[in-house]
């Protein structure tokens, strides 16, 4: 009896509900985004490290992708079945920031609290900065939190889109499906016209570092990621007859040219000025995951038994994605003497998001029910 007690409370420790509704599909290419992204940054806890970071494909840039094209389709969907005035523009914020902002001002606090009151080194940046998501607006990262920077772009996302479209249908009178045309069209094109002003006549990146900190890792040089995945959204939602031909096609294309991608990244390393580097591969890796997303949004279930630890490692993926590399390896890892480093960050980089995803995200993105303003404002 008591063995079946423990058992069981152990089992509702540790048991996470499942929507049926997931798409298996889109839970495999976020389960693969973040393991690039969380192996990549512990590799060098293993011997070759140098060689077997050469294996890592850009994780962030799927997860961009993919979160343009899920945000996108949510935010098509309810243009298209609600006019669009303040309480409709209020409430997608509410929905957004009440899934994204709770967990992540949380770890925030504690790398703070750990950074100001733990170390004897003054403080490395102006943490204010970072509840506003301005840190790396237009400006290379601080050394504070350096994956926040990608946090920045998707904030930003959620918070400009919505406001050009709301420009565009509400002031100039377009409708909706011209307005979400424009918008993404605009935005892809500023974008990649500017990372080519900033390469001719701005900042040319003189090592792979500078390249990291003046192009891959601003907001302004890395919103239009977001936007190919909303271009999917938006052919999916009004041409579903050619979004659905040829998905196995448009599978191995998409697959052929992130490959292409990452061979030409790794061949041209120490060329950082290249213009291909600086310009077009955030462009190559976007189409690329896009033309994945037709095959991947219809793989709707899965009977491998490798499906729900998928599915699961998919649900805890934005926890992995604060703890990894800022609270994990320097706080914990890195303190543990002896050869295990490897397994022991693989094991806390699984189980402490867990929790934060069971016990923290799913109460706090609850609240947004409540927050909804259920009234014309």
């Given at each position: 009896?008591?063995?079946?007690?423990?058992?069981?409370?152990?089992?509702?420790?540790?048991?996470?509900?499942?929507?049926?509704?997931?798409?298996?599909?889109?839970?495999?290419?976020?389960?693969?985004?973040?393991?690039?992204?969380?192996?990549?940054?512990?590799?060098?806890?293993?011997?070759?490290?140098?060689?077997?970071?050469?294996?890592?494909?850009?994780?962030?840039?799927?997860?961009?992708?993919?979160?343009?094209?899920?945000?996108?389709?949510?935010?098509?969907?309810?243009?298209?079945?609600?006019?669009?005035?303040?309480?409709?523009?209020?409430?997608?914020?509410?929905?957004?920031?009440?899934?994204?902002?709770?967990?992540?001002?949380?770890?925030?606090?504690?790398?703070v609290i750990l950074e100001v009151f733990f170390t004897n080194d003054s403080?490395?940046?102006?943490?204010?900065?970072?509840?506003?998501?301005?840190?790396?607006?237009?400006?290379?990262?601080?050394?504070?939190?350096?994956?926040?920077?990608?946090?920045?772009?998707?904030?930003?996302?959620?918070?400009?889109?919505?406001?050009?479209?709301?420009?565009?249908?509400?002031?100039?009178?377009?409708?909706?499906?011209?307005?979400?045309?424009?918008?993404?069209?605009?935005?892809?094109?500023?974008?990649?016209?500017?990372?080519?002003?900033?390469?001719?006549?701005?900042?040319?990146?003189?090592?792979?570092?500078?390249?990291?900190?003046?192009?891959?890792?601003?907001?302004?040089?890395?919103?239009?990621?977001?936007?190919?995945?909303?271009?999917?959204?938006?052919?999916?939602?009004?041409?579903?007859?050619?979004?659905?031909?040829?998905?196995?096609?448009?599978?191995?294309?998409?697959?052929?040219?992130?490959?292409?991608?990452?061979?030409?990244?790794?061949?041209?390393?120490?060329?950082?000025?290249?213009?291909?580097?600086?310009?077009?591969?955030?462009?190559?890796?976007?189409?690329?995951?896009?033309?994945?997303?037709?095959?991947?949004?219809?793989?709707?279930?899965?009977?491998?038994?490798?499906?729900?630890?998928?599915?699961?490692?998919?649900?805890?993926?934005?926890?992995?994605?604060?703890?990894?590399?800022?609270?994990?390896?320097?706080?914990?890892?890195?303190?543990?003497?002896?050869?295990?480093?490897?397994?022991?960050?693989?094991?806390?980089?699984?189980?402490?998001?867990?929790?934060?995803?069971?016990?923290?995200?799913?109460?706090?993105?609850?609240?947004?029910?409540?927050?909804?303003?259920?009234?014309?404002?």
């Open positions: 009896m008591l063995f079946n007690n423990v058992t069981r409370i152990i089992k509702q420790i540790f048991t996470i509900d499942i929507d049926e509704n997931r798409v298996f599909g889109l839970d495999l290419l976020r389960f693969f985004a973040i393991s690039f992204v969380f192996i990549g940054h512990g590799l060098h806890y293993l011997p070759f490290s140098d060689f077997l970071v050469r294996f890592m494909l850009d994780g962030v840039t799927l997860f961009f992708v993919l979160s343009g094209f899920l945000i996108g389709g949510i935010l098509i969907k309810i243009l298209n079945e609600n006019k669009f005035d303040r309480r409709v523009l209020f409430n997608f914020w509410i929905r957004r920031w009440c899934r994204t902002l709770p967990a992540y001002f949380l770890v925030l606090s504690v790398l403080p490395k940046s102006d943490y204010a900065q970072y509840f506003l998501f301005i840190q790396s607006f237009a400006s290379p990262h601080p050394g504070f939190f350096p994956e926040a920077w990608s946090l920045s772009v998707e904030e930003w996302f959620y918070l400009l889109m919505p406001i050009f479209l709301y420009g565009l249908i509400r002031v100039l009178k377009l409708k909706v499906k011209t307005s979400i045309l424009s918008v993404i069209f605009f935005v892809i094109l500023f974008v990649t016209l500017f990372r080519l002003y900033r390469y001719s006549t701005d900042i040319i990146p003189h090592d792979l570092r500078s390249w990291d900190i003046n192009f891959r890792k601003q907001v302004i040089t890395r919103l239009d990621s977001l936007m190919y995945g909303v271009l999917g959204a938006y052919i999916k939602y009004y041409y579903p007859r050619i979004w659905n031909k040829g998905k196995e096609t448009m599978l191995v294309a998409g697959l052929i040219l992130i490959i292409i991608s990452h061979l030409s990244f790794i061949g041209i390393i120490t060329e950082a000025r290249s213009l291909y580097l600086s310009v077009f591969s955030f462009s190559l890796m976007s189409v690329g995951t896009l033309f994945l997303l037709p095959f991947l949004s219809s793989y709707t279930t899965s009977h491998l038994k490798i499906a729900k630890p998928v599915t699961y490692i998919s649900l805890i993926s934005y926890s992995m994605y604060l703890v990894n590399l800022s609270l994990i390896q320097p706080w914990i890892v890195d303190r543990i003497p002896g050869y295990f480093n490897f397994p022991i960050y693989i094991f806390l980089c699984l189980m402490i998001p867990f929790f934060i995803y069971k016990y923290f995200e799913i109460p706090t993105t609850k609240l947004r029910d409540r927050l909804i303003i259920r009234k014309a404002v």
